[in-house]
Structures are given as structure tokens and as C-alpha cells.
């Protein structure tokens, strides 16, 4: 079975641009959620998505947007870009169940 | 305020000790406590789930244990490898949060050869 998948693995914006980033979580998982991982630090919780609702919301301004489709997959939308949003964003996917499935993360660089 | 720490940020032994890893919080009511394995570049592996109600958890050379009173897990490897070499991510979920984790910010073992 395919793990989490996410796209791009590499992304390089300016500060001041718009991203999008995406997320496929594995097949027949329900729930998706978004995590910020900058370098030396643990994931950080942005949001969790189940059945296409928002079930959860960390503390991140209101630049960061997400959303779920009704294939299960997920959007991770930033706006405004600041220098410190360089970090690994992580997606995760679970079945219902605790542990969470990461996938390998898009690396954003903001210049 | 609420604290996830991790005992220290670099752990080095020697390949068929035990490496014994720690996580400590406050202000936490955890009714689950998860352990992650993360290599460089890559997302965290899920490794093992103990419940606030559980003291102790195992899977092959790994072992969890969880003290609510102490406020503190415990992660052992036994016989370890250089290939058990990586960062250990210790996350808890509070109650009632609907499976959000908050992680602590991990501990790098390296297992010499």
C-alpha cells in the first residue's frame, strides 16, 4: 500500500507570495492533519481535517488555510509569506485510531 | 504553561547497550503518550502508543513505559544498532484534543559501532 504522499518535496517563494501544498493520505484514512517542523525542533500542529471538517486549529496566525476534499486529500494553503515560515510541512493521515502516518514532507524555502 | 522536554538533545552509546530515552511534561493530562522515529530529512515513523491507564509497552527490542504521577515516559532499545541511530520524537495527546499531538523536540541517538 502507498504510504502518505505529498507535493512538491521542494519548494523556494519569496516573501510576500502565496503556496499551496499538498497532501494524499493513505487509502481509507479519513483524517489528515498539518504540521510545521522547523530545523532542530519537534512538528508543530497546524490543523486536523476528518471527513472534511475542521476538528482542529493550532496557534497559527490567519495566513495558514487548509482544507479537505472529498477524496480524503488535503490542501495546505499560506499566504502572505514570511521568512519564518522556512520549515518541513508535514501532513499525517490516520485511521481511527491515535498513531499518526507522516508522509515525507515539502520543504518551503522563503527568500 | 504546558512543557514536553526531552532529556537531552544527543544521546551516544555503544552498539548492544541499551539506550534509554526521556520525556517529561507539565501542565499535560495526557491520556495518550506516542513515541516517533524520525531520520534526517524525512517525516516521523510511528513506533509505539501507551494510554494514560497502561504503565508499561512493548514491541521486539523496544520498551515504553508511562508514570502519570512522575509525568514522565521512558523509551528503551535493547541490543541496539547502528542502524537505531536517529531522532526519537516524544508526543502526547491530550484528552479530549481529537488526536492532536504536541511533540517534545526530540532526542539524537547514535548507536557506535
Known sequence: DAGVTQSPTHLIKTRGQHVTLRCSPISGHKSVSWYQQVLGQGPQFIFQYYEKEERGRGNFPDRFSARQFPNYSSELNVNALLLGDSALYLCASSPRTHEQYFGPGTRLTVT | ?113
Not at chain 2, 524525512?42 to 494510554?51: E, K, M, N, Q, S
Not at chain 2, 521486539?60 to 532499545?77: A, G, M, N
Open chain 2, 1 to 113: 504553561s504546558q512543557k514536553i522536554e526531552q532529556n537531552s538533545e544527543a544521546l551516544n552509546i555503544q552498539e548492544g547497550k541499551t539506550a534509554t530515552l526521556t520525556c517529561n511534561y507539565t501542565n499535560y493530562s495526557p491520556a495518550y503518550l506516542q513515541w516517533y522515529r524520525q531520520d534526517p530529512g524525512r517525516g516521523p515513523v510511528f513506533l509505539l502508543l501507551i494510554r494514560e491507564n497502561e504503565k508499561e509497552k512493548r514491541k521486539e527490542r523496544l520498551k515504553v513505559t508511562f508514570d502519570t504521577t512522575l509525568k514522565q515516559s521512558l523509551f528503551h532499545i535493547t541490543a541496539s544498532q547502528p542502524a537505531d541511530s536517529a531522532t526519537y520524537l516524544c508526543a502526547l495527546e491530550d484528552g479530549g484534543s481529537n488526536y492532536k499531538l504536541t511533540f517534545g523536540k526530540g532526542t539524537l541517538l547514535t548507536v557506535n559501532p
